[in-house]
């Protein structure tokens, strides 16, 4: 069965979400299944790249690095492991499931399956002002980077979604989301032109952020996004009846006692909590939230979000995983950007998905 | 907005009316260029007159302003005009107001191709003036023709995918433009004037190179014209009339491609050009191509001319000082798109509004 076929579409979705809260022991078996050979698959993607690099090592050497109390002098796995991999393997984690996660939050509240943070605009927004903080930092007030990420994030997904009339229209969402990327970017750029000779460090330090890279990750980033992810992914999950019941449509969510349009506004601020971080420290990378839930609605054959969260958080960590692998590995001993390969490995999966969607979601 | 196009419909003398008061419009624009151009002198029309009547007499200075400025004015509309066609074609090939020509993929394709030449492949630099131009075309083209293949998986070109194409396509650019500026030796703002778009570095030479380009690409735009009104009527009417749609589609988006590859690839990605302009006259002109064409080219042209006029003469170190934060910009002026993207994103959420 292919994908779209077991992707309702927003008409389909009443019956489908109906039949699955009717039925959940049978769906969790398939759900939990499916989930443990993910999670089997992660765990050994995440084993590899700890011992690969430059130089390799041998999983003992992992096993012992990681077990040793503190790191053995002049033992160049027990650093390469404990300092360097194993907090990029955390935020790869991290970062992709919480890119699931969202995407789910996403594309149910708002009933658009091209709901994704990128084509939304929430990275060109974090972008314009981490080029402010880049090169004029004296005129941006104090706050921590991922605070400023998130709110100037949430501000340009919230002005696209306002935009195109809260998202009803698919087409409509991604051009407005488009067509506010570029602008964003535009000024972005502007901010960039006008840094003087003594400010170019930060025009590096702003191009680093755009390419998207877990190059720079090392444990004080595992201890920035960690709180955000901490709060968001048990709220992620929280938040999945009322996902179910938006599903429903307006009319039937306000008759089960929902305010449909709060219950829109927390869901997007959640989605936000989860992303924005990241984003802030890895940079924008884009499509995942929009792909993993797509493939995971198609392997647990549900809509129930309950459901399509847990695989969609696990997907969106196994797809960030694979392709920072590649950025790390595929050109040793040089490195390519993870956003580069992100783009190259989601981007076409996601093209052919959406163009199967696409027949139903245009106009 | 309809799309539904009679050959007889009174807006005809008002199309005119429109075409006539924008061609003064551009024309004055283009005065005003040569006035106010880059750098300090003001030359007057009748000073610029003499310079080109009367060359022995003009004061070489003033030939030397003159001939820039005319150089870079004709540029910014010749570019503003391509796009603008562009944009007409497509708004009506994807029967959607909001596509404009960064959708196909063309625009950020060839920023990419020029981006990663400057960086890494120019060594020489006396290699031929059409070289940079080649090069992006080349690129914009190719990324259009891979957009396209792409689209056409599902049997009929799909302006979804083409949009997801070109969003991805722009994502990429940006982590291009980044590597390259984080591992080029050479590092200068030139490539990043390059992803927005800028008119600074008109010449003639480079001003024959477009208008040559579009020359070769007019015969197809006019082809194209009555297979997009015809596309414009709807799949089902369109094929009624004896359209091969896939066929008229596929001469449409070359067409559009094609202009836009020339114009890109001589300023850089600009944007929002093809997106507005049609919008500008669409009220006066109707959807049919035959009218619309020519009242949003030279709505395109103007809209360029304007921000490059903004581009040329605001200084922005100059309002920073006064604020009192005047030392720490840069004494430069910022390129033609950002002011495009300025004036252009206003109209834009006017549009989205108005939207059914």
């Given at each position: 069965m292919s994908i779209a076929d077991a992707n309702p579409d927003v008409d389909e979705v009443d019956m489908t979400a109906g039949a699955a809260s009717r039925g959940p022991r049978r769906s969790w078996s398939r759900t939990l299944s499916i989930a443990a050979v993910v999670v089997m698959v992660l765990a050994a993607l995440a084993v590899f790249n700890l011992t690969q690099g430059e130089p390799d090592s041998s999983l003992s050497q992992v096993w012992h690095a990681l077990w040793r109390g503190s790191p053995e002098q002049g033992v160049i796995s027990d650093i390469l492991v404990r300092e360097v991999r194993l907090p990029r393997v955390i935020v790869a984690l991290m970062a992709g499931a919480s890119l699931g996660l969202a995407g789910v939050l996403l594309q149910d509240s708002l009933r658009n399956p091209l709901a994704d943070p990128t084509l939304l605009g929430v990275a060109?927004?974090?972008?314009?002002?981490?080029?402010?903080?880049?090169?004029?930092?004296?005129?941006?007030?104090?706050?921590?980077?991922?605070?400023?990420?998130?709110?100037?994030?949430?501000?340009?997904?919230?002005?696209?979604?306002?935009?195109?009339?809260?998202?009803?229209?698919?087409?409509?969402?991604?051009?407005?989301?488009?067509?506010?990327?570029?602008?964003?970017?535009?000024?972005?750029?502007?901010?960039?032109?006008?840094?003087?000779?003594?400010?170019?460090?930060?025009?590096?330090?702003?191009?680093?952020?755009?390419?998207?890279?877990?190059?720079?990750?090392?444990?004080?980033?595992?201890?920035?996004?960690?709180?955000?992810?901490?709060?968001?992914?048990?709220?992620?999950?929280?938040?999945?009846?009322?996902?179910?019941?938006?599903?429903?449509?307006?009319?039937?969510?306000?008759?089960?006692?929902?305010?449909?349009?709060?219950?829109?506004?927390?869901?997007?601020?959640?989605?936000?909590?989860?992303?924005?971080?990241?984003?802030?420290?890895?940079?924008?990378?884009?499509?995942?939230?929009?792909?993993?839930?797509?493939?995971?609605?198609?392997?647990?054959?549900?809509?129930?979000?309950?459901?399509?969260?847990?695989?969609?958080?696990?997907?969106?960590?196994?797809?960030?995983?694979?392709?920072?692998?590649?950025?790390?590995?595929?050109?040793?001993?040089?490195?390519?950007?993870?956003?580069?390969?992100?783009?190259?490995?989601?981007?076409?999966?996601?093209?052919?998905?959406?163009?199967?969607?696409?027949?139903?979601?245009?106009? | 907005m309809t799309t539904t196009a009679l050959p007889a419909d009174p807006r005809g003398r008002r199309t005119w009316a429109l075409v006539a008061l924008l061609a003064v419009g551009c024309v004055v624009a283009f005065v005003v260029s040569v006035w106010w151009g880059t750098g300090s002198i003001r030359i007057s029309p009748v000073k610029a007159f003499e310079s080109w009547t009367d060359p022995d007499n003009a004061s070489r200075l003033a030939q030397v302003a003159v001939e820039a400025r005319s150089a870079r004015a004709v540029m910014a509309m010749a570019v503003g005009a391509a796009l603008a066609i562009a944009g007409s074609f497509l708004?009506?090939?994807?029967?959607?107001?909001?596509?404009?020509?960064?959708?196909?993929?063309?625009?950020?394709?060839?920023?990419?191709?020029?981006?990663?030449?400057?960086?890494?492949?120019?060594?020489?630099?006396?290699?031929?003036?059409?070289?940079?131009?080649?090069?992006?075309?080349?690129?914009?083209?190719?990324?259009?023709?891979?957009?396209?293949?792409?689209a056409r998986l599902g049997g009929r070109v799909d302006p979804l995918r083409m949009i997801l194409i070109g969003v991805l396509l722009g994502g990429l650019l940006f982590s291009v433009v980044g590597i390259a500026i984080l591992t080029t030796d050479e590092f200068s703002q030139d490539l990043i004037q390059w992803t927005v778009g800028s008119i600074q570095v008109a010449t003639w030479d480079r001003v024959w190179i477009l208008l040559g380009a579009l020359a070769i690409a007019a015969p197809l735009v006019l082809y194209a014209v009555p297979l997009a009104n015809g596309l414009g009527l709807g799949d089902d009417i369109a094929q009624g009339v004896g359209l091969g749609v896939n066929t008229a589609r596929a001469i449409v988006l070359l067409a559009a491609a094609t202009v836009t590859a020339a114009a890109v690839s001589l300023v850089g990605g600009i944007g929002f050009v093809g997106l507005v302009a049609p919008h500008l006259v669409r009220s006066r002109t109707g959807s049919d191509l035959r009218r619309l064409l020519p009242a949003s080219a030279l709505a395109g042209a103007l809209l360029v001319a304007a921000a490059d006029f903004a581009a040329r003469n605001v200084r922005p170190g100059d309002i920073a000082d006064f604020f009192?934060?005047?030392?720490?910009?840069?004494?430069?002026?910022?390129?033609?798109?950002?002011?495009?993207?300025?004036?252009?994103?206003?109209?834009?959420?006017?549009?989205?509004?108005r939207l059914p």
């Open positions: 060109q927004g974090a972008g314009l002002i981490v080029a402010l903080i880049s090169i004029y930092p004296e005129l941006v007030p104090n706050l921590p980077t991922t605070v400023w990420c998130f709110i100037c994030g949430t501000a340009a997904g919230a002005a696209v979604i306002a935009l195109s009339r809260r998202a009803r229209n698919p087409v409509r969402v991604v051009l407005a989301g488009a067509m506010v990327s570029v602008l964003l970017a535009t000024l972005s750029t502007a901010v960039v032109l006008l840094a003087t000779q003594e400010r170019t460090a930060g025009i590096f330090s702003y191009y680093r952020f755009v390419i998207g890279s877990l190059a720079a990750v090392n444990w004080d980033a595992v201890g920035v996004v960690l709180p955000w992810f901490v709060v968001g992914v048990p709220l992620a999950f929280a938040g999945s009846r009322t996902l179910n019941l938006l599903q429903l449509g307006d009319e039937a969510a306000s008759g089960m006692g929902l305010r449909p349009t709060r219950a829109r506004i927390v869901l997007m601020l959640l989605a936000m909590i989860l992303v924005t971080p990241f984003v802030a420290v890895i940079g924008p990378i884009g499509f995942v939230a929009l792909f993993a839930p797509h493939i995971s609605r198609g392997l647990t054959k549900t809509t129930d979000a309950r459901h399509v969260l847990v695989l969609s958080a696990l997907i969106g960590a196994g797809v960030l995983l694979v392709a920072d692998s590649a950025a790390r590995l595929l050109f040793l001993p040089t490195e390519v950007p993870a956003g580069i390969f992100t783009w190259i490995i989601v981007g076409p999966m996601a093209l052919v998905l959406v163009g199967r969607l696409g027949k139903r979601v245009a106009e | 708004q009506l090939l994807y029967r959607n107001p909001l596509a404009s020509p960064e959708i196909t993929g063309v625009t950020q394709g060839s920023v990419v191709a020029v981006v990663v030449y400057l960086a890494y492949g120019s060594t020489s630099t006396d290699e031929a003036i059409w070289f940079l131009p080649l090069i992006g075309c080349a690129g914009g083209l190719g990324a259009g023709l891979l957009t396209w293949a792409i009192g934060v005047g030392a720490d910009v840069a004494p430069t002026t910022l390129p033609t798109g950002v002011y495009l993207a300025l004036i252009g994103a206003p109209f834009f959420v006017h549009m989205l509004r």
